[in-house]
């Protein structure tokens, strides 16, 4: 299971912007495991792994079909993601803290990929494979972040670096 969260991480940290989809599959497969493990409260990994595979799979059905509306609400998800993971960071982790940091991050999140829809989605998918990368590798505390914040930077470099390319 840690080995697929980070090949996703390390997927969306590259390629979230070229390949949406990949971005709108990779925050479901993400939902979906903390779903499991927090609503569900599962730790039973094959149980985690077919409702994180079922969402991702679903998310990215939905973005090829619906590209705005699936990118939209994976501007949500990743923005709530995000949220909740920085709550954890400060081991702050009360349900209703969570639930409200997780809804504020998502309309943050969704406004952002509307309106700037390239930027967002290289931000985004670049906060999202990062996070998800050192949440799996456990790291500790300044470690952790100083991990996080150099992924955040090379994924944006590299996505932009695509996106660039792609324009010229």
């Not at 985690?48 to 799979?57: F, K, N, R, Y």
């Not at 982790?93 to 409200?100: E, K, N, Q, S, Y």
Request: aromatic share 8%; charged share 10%.
């Amino acid at each position: 299971m840690a080995i697929l969260k980070i090949l996703a991480g390390a997927a969306m940290l590259i390629f979230g912007r070229q390949l949406f989809w990949l971005f709108v599959g990779g925050t479901g497969f993400i939902v979906g495991a903390e779903i499991a493990t927090r609503i569900v409260r599962t730790q039973n990994e094959v149980m985690i792994l077919v409702i994180a595979l079922g969402v991702g799979i679903l998310g990215a059905l939905v973005a090829i079909f619906l590209q705005q509306f699936a990118v939209a609400v994976a501007g949500f998800f990743a923005g709530g993601l995000i949220a909740v993971n920085l709550l954890d960071a400060f081991n702050l982790d009360a349900t209703m803290i969570l639930a409200l940091a997780f809804i504020i991050g998502g309309i943050v999140g969704t406004a952002l990929v509307v309106a700037l829809f390239d930027w967002a989605l290289i931000t985004l998918s670049s906060i999202a494979g990062a996070s998800l990368i050192t949440r799996t590798l456990d790291l500790g505390g300044g470690i952790a972040i100083g991990a996080f914040i150099a992924l955040v930077v090379i994924g944006i470099a590299i996505q932009a670096g695509l996106l660039s390319r792609k324009k010229s």
